[in-house]
């Protein structure tokens, strides 16, 4: 039902828990359009989309600038063993340093807006007449300033989760070289409050032992119903949930008395193989892993296209998720 004391952007936004990719075909339209005189104004109701927090997720590297092509990436590896000597030996064995280079390419992307003179002197009446819609901006190239900003970031949010099969990368939840598993006690559906701790436990083990001892995860990031679904359940005899105690009780914590990093993700509902639930633990550290973003999200100058028409490009130039040490992070699927 649409109320008759709300203005709605139209269905330009669909909601992200469904659909993965944003699709604004309509952001151009005009804005002008009729009012029926006995109503009042209330607000304008903008659609509202999840989070796109992807530094939160993984290190983002920004060195470079807009007009970078690429970085190259050194790795070094120890080479040798020690041998038993004479009392008088000349042969010594020797350790050295293999090192070896990747590259990582970037890519110049943007997403810009268009302004009329009729949309913006329609939207200045309208704004001018119903002063209570004036949140999210009385001017219309700040809302769709705004807009592409939004669209900007969904940009490289997909790149960080997914990676970009048109540029040839994967990303964070979907690596190949990922050691991955079954969680040992299936599906949470059915699950015990002591199963779900026994595969998180699990799951953050496995960076350290996979690791061989020079990694320890930091960071866990779980499907938002499994989190959820953790946050309800409690531990016999304890009276605490088990999200409470597997922030209190794990092997980073224990160590470090730093607390482990546990986030829900939309993003991993469907992750793992064959679509089941996926968990990830990993070492959130840029020795492990990194996405390169040199050149930020930023608006050129605005320019006319027509005697009646402006534009406002923006740019940024965009790497990739790199992932330098696969065995610092762990994927459990089917939970």
Do not use: C
Not at 150 to 179: H, W
């Amino acid at each position: 039902m649409y109320a008759p004391n709300v203005i709605y952007l139209g269905d330009a936004a669909r909601a992200f828990g469904v659909a993965p990719t944003l699709d604004i075909s309509d952001a151009q339209q005009s804005v002008g359009f009729a009012q029926p005189a006995l109503f009042r104004t209330h607000r304008m109701l903008p659609q509202k989309y999840p989070s796109f927090d992807y530094a939160g997720l993984v290190p983002v590297n920004t060195d470079g600038d807009m007009w970078d092509v690429g970085t190259l990436v050194y790795s070094g590896d120890v080479a040798g063993k020690a041998e038993y000597l004479g009392g008088k030996a000349f042969d010594v064995p020797n350790a050295s340093i293999n090192f070896t280079q990747g590259v990582t390419p970037f890519h110049l992307a943007g997403v810009g807006y268009e302004l009329s003179r009729r949309e913006v002197e329609r939207f200045a009446r309208m704004v001018a007449q119903n002063p209570g819609i004036t949140e999210g901006g009385s001017n219309l190239a700040e809302r769709k300033a705004s807009a592409a900003r939004m669209v900007a970031d969904k940009f490289v949010y997909d790149r960080v989760i997914r990676g970009s099969g048109e540029k040839g990368f994967l990303g964070m939840i979907n690596q190949t070289a990922v050691p991955t598993a079954n969680a040992p006690n299936g599906s949470w559906a059915t699950a015990t409050a002591t199963a779900m701790r026994a595969d998180v436990d699990a799951a953050l083990t496995d960076v350290y032992v996979n690791s061989r001892e020079t990694a320890l995860a930091n960071s866990l990031l779980l499907p938002t119903t499994k989190f959820l679904q953790i946050n309800r359940a409690v531990m016999d005899n304890t009276g605490t949930s088990v999200l409470n105690y597997l922030r209190q009780n794990n092997a980073y914590t224990a160590i470090t008395n730093q607390p482990l990093d546990i986030r829900p993700s939309r993003e991993l509902e469907n992750a793992g193989a064959s679509n089941t639930a996926r968990m990830i633990a990993y070492e959130k550290s840029p020795d492990n892993m990194e996405f390169f973003l040199p050149g930020v999200f930023e608006f050129m100058p605005l320019f006319a296209t027509s005697s009646m028409t402006w534009r406002v490009d923006g740019v940024m130039n965009v790497g990739q998720f790199e992932l330098y040490r696969p065995k610092t992070m762990s994927y459990r699927d089917n939970i």
